[in-house]
């Protein structure tokens, strides 16, 4: 049985924005803090969604009882990759970083048996086998030596892909009742809150040395890798199962790494272009039930 098509499309917009976001994010930090950065890009967004939610008529207020759970979508889905993920990057270098944030589809496929059912089959076990050979390929022994000084950033990022693997599944066994822009809107508001202590705390913005470079990444993240990713992403979580879409999301470091190359002049050859064409056919056998 194939899964809709319009599922993989919504997929596929995930996975270039947040692939294109890797060489935005290495760039940027040239300009901007790691959470200052998120803050204002964080604001942006927010309000571009309620603004979008208020044209289409959407309630912009969540209904009572829904506080709790969009409270913990926002810990989940933001929180993980807003707070906990940039400090991994004080231990690890970004291609370390990645190859362990992209064991969330294990993780996701693990939790989506006992909490939705989603029994893993052959075909999605053989689609997971062929992701993680792809982003193993492209990313394979970047985690050098030094295990033991890198023990705190290994963790880091460990519990940022059980976090967002988490926040998949529970997205889909306990949906909010309210639209989907508004509630983006309120996880990444709820998300984002525990971000603004630590950057006035730790942080200070230059903003008189931020080139047009720098505010360019800020317009990207702000408009492509959070209001366009997650709108897609979490209209793909309602149409394919959250395994299949954790799969889905193993394009994304492949992605980033081909648009490095094009973005930063970063080499490509052999071994990326074999590591896509792996994790596509993992991406194609998912599609089957």
Do not use: H
């Amino acid at each position: 049985m194939r899964l809709p098509p319009r599922g993989f499309a919504f997929l596929t917009v995930t996975a270039l924005c947040w692939g294109c976001n890797w060489p935005v994010m290495k760039a940027l930090m040239q300009d901007w803090p790691p959470y200052g950065f998120r803050i204002l890009a964080g604001a942006m967004a927010i309000s571009l969604l309620f603004l979008i939610a208020w044209w289409q008529g959407d309630a912009l207020w969540p209904r009572p009882g829904q506080w709790r759970r969009l409270a913990l979508f926002g810990l989940l889905n933001i929180s993980s990759w807003s707070i906990v993920a940039p400090l991994s990057l004080f231990w690890l270098n970004a291609s370390e970083a990645a190859i362990i944030a992209y064991t969330m589809p294990v993780w996701a496929t693990l939790f989506a048996w006992p909490v939705l059912g989603e029994r893993p089959t052959l075909p999605r076990l053989g689609a997971l086998l062929l992701g993680f050979a792809g982003v193993g390929l492209l990313l394979g022994g970047q985690l050098d030596g030094g295990l033991a000084q890198k023990w705190p950033g290994v963790l880091a990022i460990l519990t940022t892909a059980l976090m967002f693997a988490a926040g998949t599944v529970a997205t889909k066994r306990w949906p909010l009742q309210m639209p989907q822009v508004p509630q983006i809107a309120w996880q990444l508001v709820l998300g984002l809150l525990p971000v603004v202590p630590i950057s006035l705390l730790f942080e200070r913005i230059a903003f008189d040395r931020i080139t047009w470079l720098g505010w360019g990444c800020l317009i990207y993240v702000a408009l492509f890798a959070q209001v366009l990713a997650y709108l897609a992403w979490f209209r793909a979580l309602r149409l394919l199962p959250a395994g299949t879409a954790a799969i889905g999301s193993l394009l994304v470091p492949v992605i980033g790494v081909l648009a490095s190359a094009l973005l930063l002049g970063e080499p490509v050859g052999a071994r990326q272009m074999a590591a896509l064409a792996l994790t596509l056919s993992g991406v194609v056998l998912a599609a089957r039930r």
